[in-house]
């Protein structure tokens, strides 16, 4: 099997008709299916959270069959995740897309969980993002526009409180779960 680093591909990859938008619906259907769920798995474990379609994306091109997606077909990918909300276009052009391997809820819910199994109450951003207890979690270099989302979210339902300190390394929240 082929790996792209420590990430395995799935069979397809070695597929040359799947780095082409097939015409015929049903096909397409399936082809789409399996890119979205190759750039969630792939993403996710290389906590990659952007996909600049102006730049080179490892997933896109295969050189061991000399293939790659063409601009449209990457652009119908990603527009798929976005219908679904597991993804958000960054620009008005569609050049940029945000990555979203885990709903802004599920990672609301991941917080939550980490919190409390953790036994925290308060933390800094920057902690939640890369301090000691994220380590080797999920959290760990969560994109921060993601994560305030998430803290937005759970301030809303009473679980949390965002404050601010005199610049940006002083934010914090305070957990009430």
Same mark, same amino acid.
């Given at each position: 099997m082929q790996r792209l680093g420590d990430f395995r591909l799935p069979p397809f990859f070695n597929y040359p008709p799947y780095f082409t938008l097939q015409p015929v619906r049903e096909t397409r259907e399936k082809q789409v299916q399996l890119w979205k769920d190759l750039i969630l798995d792939y993403c996710r &474990?290389?906590?990659?959270?952007t996909i600049s379609l102006e730049e080179d994306f490892p997933l896109f091109s295969n050189p061991k069959i000399e293939r790659?997606? &063409?601009h449209e077909a990457k652009e119908v990918f990603l527009a798929a995740l976005v219908s679904e909300g597991r993804a958000e276009w960054m620009d008005k052009g569609h050049k940029k897309c945000l990555i979203l391997w885990l709903r802004i809820q599920d990672w609301a819910n991941l917080i939550t969980n980490f919190v409390k199994d953790n036994g925290l109450e308060v933390m800094t951003i920057e902690e939640i993002r890369s301090g000691i207890d994220t380590r080797g979690t999920e959290l760990e270099g969560i994109d921060r526009g993601v994560l305030m989302r998430a803290l937005r979210q759970l301030e809303q339902k009473g679980k949390a409180a965002i404050f601010k300190g005199t610049s940006a390394d002083?934010?914090?929240?305070k957990f009430s779960v």
């Amino acid at each position: 099997m082929q790996r792209l680093g420590d990430f395995r591909l799935p069979p397809f990859f070695n597929y040359p008709p799947y780095f082409t938008l097939q015409p015929v619906r049903e096909t397409r259907e399936k082809q789409v299916q399996l890119w979205k769920d190759l750039i969630l798995d792939y993403c996710r &474990s290389q906590k990659i959270h952007t996909i600049s379609l102006e730049e080179d994306f490892p997933l896109f091109s295969n050189p061991k069959i000399e293939r790659s997606l &063409s601009h449209e077909a990457k652009e119908v990918f990603l527009a798929a995740l976005v219908s679904e909300g597991r993804a958000e276009w960054m620009d008005k052009g569609h050049k940029k897309c945000l990555i979203l391997w885990l709903r802004i809820q599920d990672w609301a819910n991941l917080i939550t969980n980490f919190v409390k199994d953790n036994g925290l109450e308060v933390m800094t951003i920057e902690e939640i993002r890369s301090g000691i207890d994220t380590r080797g979690t999920e959290l760990e270099g969560i994109d921060r526009g993601v994560l305030m989302r998430a803290l937005r979210q759970l301030e809303q339902k009473g679980k949390a409180a965002i404050f601010k300190g005199t610049s940006a390394d002083d934010e914090g929240v305070k957990f009430s779960v």
